[in-house]
Structure formats: structure tokens, C-alpha cells
């Protein structure tokens, strides 16, 4: 089955405690990306990645750090976290371009993070 | 740059009516995509329709339909023969290529009523 996975769907935290996020997706998508989504803001982007070895910031990238070194995962880092960092993440990923599918993320299924 | 805008943060509806969910957004881009995205309490996030910016004819999809006015920079959502399913928190996003960014809206919640 095509599918994005997100691990660990829930996390309790403290302040200051590293941990990461994974994100693996099988469908061979070159472009893959972190969105956080809070009450009444909708999702905002964190990071994107258009290809192995390449990233950039998206417009909330403070407190967190990306890798893409193989081309089916992209974790997210959160070095120290803190509780404005208190969130549902999600993890989504497309084809770069070509093809009617080019347009279309795919989702993982979310990963709530609570950090005291 | 792109904002999208949903004025209506709650909506109810009955079942078997119809509803229509407001989105507009504002862009200087010519070609770009617009989607409804469904996110029911399991908090899946779900592609309902998507409509490309240069297709003049409106996306349809079963019971879910858009009336997409560019001129005016507005896409809304109208849901058919209402279904207690359809109760969720419905997102309007656009997106410009490249790179494959989703811009949301801030959301409206669809609760459909028995």
C-alpha cells in the first residue's frame, strides 16, 4: 500500500529532551515536507525537501532540523524542545514534477507532540 | 505572497442538505492549484478535489463539487445529499510549482446533523 509512516504517533516530552520524528514514505516521491498544525492557524510548513541532500526552510523552521539522506525518509529534529513547539505534525510527500500526480501530497497520519 | 482565507470557522448542516464552505486567496501567480483537503477526528488528512488554475471548468467529484472564480480568487466547496460522515474540519489550500508548498487556510468545521 502506497503510504506515507510517521513514528511516533504520540509523544510526551519535556523541555530540553532531543527527539525525532520519522517519516518514510514507498512511493518513490521525490519531494517530501513537515507541516505543523495548531488551533486556528491551519498547517504551516516547517521544512521541504526537493530531492536527496537537499532542503530548505519553509515559514516556521525555528527550533527544528531536517535530513534527507536517502530519498524515501526525512525525519524531523527538534534539538531542544519546548512547548511552544506543542503541536500535530504532519509529514506529506509528491512526485516533483511530471505527471498529473505531481500536484498532490500524500500525508502521513499525524504525530501529536506534547512537550512539558 | 499567497494567503488563504476561510471566513466560516464553524458550519452546520443538515443531513441529506446541501452546504457550500467559502474560500478566497489572494496570489499575483497565473498558474497554480487549489484543494480541499477533509480532516475528520481520526485527523487523517484527506484530498477531496482539486482544481487546476487554468481549467475553466469546475472540479466534481461525486457529491463534492467547486465553483472556482478566478477573476474574484474564490473557491468554494459545495457537498451534495449531505452524509453524517462528511462531519470534519474541511481546509482550503493553494499551491504554487515549484516547489510542491500547500498554503491552508485556517479551516472550517462541518458538523452534519441527523
Known amino acids: 500500500e502506497a503510504q506515507v509512516t510517521q513514528n511516533p504517533r504520540y509523544l510526551i516530552t519535556v523541555t530540553g529532551k532531543k527527539l525525532t520524528v520519522t517519516c518514510s514514505q514507498n512511493?518513490?516521491?521525490?519531494?517530501m515536507s513537515w507541516y505543523r498544525q495548531d488551533p486556528g492557524l491551519g498547517l504551516r510548513q516547517i521544512y521541504y525537501?526537493?530531492?536527496?541532500?537537499?532542503?530548505d526552510k519553509g515559514d516556521v523552521p525555528e527550533g527544528y532540523k531536517v535530513s534527507r539522506k536517502e530519498k524515501r525518509n526525512f525525519p524531523l529534529i527538534l534539538e531542544s524542545p519546548s512547548p511552544n513547539q506543542t503541536s500535530l505534525y504532519f509529514c506529506?510527500?509528491?512526485?516533483?514534477?511530471?505527471?498529473?500526480?505531481?500536484?498532490?501530497?500524500?500525508f502521513g497520519a499525524g504525530s501529536r507532540l506534547t512537550v512539558l | 505572497a499567497q494567503t488563504v482565507t476561510q471566513s466560516q470557522p464553524e458550519m452546520s448542516v443538515q443531513e441529506a442538505e446541501t452546504v457550500t464552505l467559502s474560500c478566497t486567496y489572494d496570489t499575483s501567480e497565473n498558474n497554480y492549484y487549489l484543494f480541499w483537503y477533509k480532516q475528520p477526528p481520526s485527523r487523517q488528512m484527506i484530498l477531496v478535489i482539486r482544481q487546476e488554475a487554468y481549467k475553466q471548468q469546475n472540479a466534481t467529484e461525486n457529491r463534492f463539487s467547486v465553483n472556482f472564480q478566478k477573476a474574484a480568487k474564490s473557491f468554494s466547496l459545495k457537498i451534495s445529499d449531505s452524509q453524517l460522515g462528511d462531519t470534519a474540519m474541511y481546509f482550503c489550500?493553494?499551491?504554487?510549482?515549484?516547489?510542491?508548498?500547500?498554503?491552508f487556510g485556517t479551516g472550517t468545521l462541518l458538523a452534519v446533523q441527523p
Open positions: 506529506a510527500s509528491s512526485l516533483r514534477q511530471g505527471g498529473s500526480g505531481a500536484n498532490v501530497l500524500t
Open positions: 512511493m518513490n516521491h521525490e519531494y
Open positions: 525537501s526537493m530531492n536527496v541532500e537537499v532542503t
Open positions: 489550500a493553494f499551491m504554487k510549482l515549484p516547489p510542491n508548498k500547500l498554503i
